[in-house]
């Protein structure tokens, strides 16, 4: 057998000959420097100040993870609102079950969206900006949906539409057959 091709992973050692090479593009922590730099005491290791000493993330970090991740909501409503257009505007059970998730998730969303900005709020960071951006974009996402059902006829919007439950008119006239005098 080639020794060239034999790999021992036995040895945890990367000093020798037969340590597996990254491949090209692929930079490792270790190599980059950053592994250590919080144990090691560098504060100044992490761009912008981001990292605390200690490893924790700042309150300016915390809020701008919160924003980004409240406006990474925008690429998954306009998943949504693509599908919603490619399913059509008939009833089908492929364009009802787009339209369904449409108007579910935003509900979902902005019901758990406590929960969900839970990780970024601490006592000096305030979620409260990043939550009502999160919310708003939920709710575009919920109007798309609403105007996709009305576009389908499925939103009873005209006055037809309620026919049904709708009194008869009471008369205000009475016509009654007669006699000749």
């Known amino acids: 057998?080639?020794?060239?091709?034999?790999?021992?992973?036995?040895?945890?050692?990367?000093?020798?000959?037969?340590?597996?090479?990254?491949?090209?593009g692929y930079a490792s922590l270790r190599e980059l420097g950053d592994v250590d730099a919080p144990a090691k005491g560098k504060a100044d290791a992490p761009k912008g100040g981001v990292v605390a000493p200690g490893g924790a993330l700042t309150s300016a970090?915390?809020?701008?993870?919160?924003?980004?991740?409240?406006?990474?909501?925008?690429?998954?409503i306009g998943m949504?609102?693509?599908m919603m257009y490619m399913a059509g505007s008939g009833v089908q059970i492929f364009s009802m079950m787009v339209?369904?998730?449409g108007l579910f998730q935003p509900i979902k969303a902005i019901a758990s969206s406590g929960?969900?900005?839970e990780p970024y709020a601490d006592a000096s960071t305030d979620v409260t900006g990043p939550r009502a951006l999160f919310c708003?974009?939920?709710l575009a996402g919920l109007a798309m949906a609403l105007y996709k059902l009305n576009s389908m006829g499925l939103l009873?919007?005209?006055?037809?539409d309620w026919v049904s439950g709708m009194k008869p008119p009471t008369p205000v006239e009475h016509a009654y057959g007669g006699t000749t005098l």
């Open 1 to 24: 057998m080639d020794a060239k091709w034999r790999l021992d992973f036995a040895d945890a050692s990367t000093s020798g000959n037969n340590a597996p090479v990254n491949p090209p």
């Open 61 to 76: 970090a915390r809020q701008q993870k919160a924003y980004q991740f409240a406006m990474s909501q925008v690429q998954a």
């Open 80 to 82: 949504t609102g693509f």
């Open 99 to 101: 339209v369904g998730n």
């Open 115 to 117: 929960k969900i900005f």
């Open 136 to 138: 708003a974009i939920q």
């Open 156 to 160: 009873p919007t005209h006055a037809s």
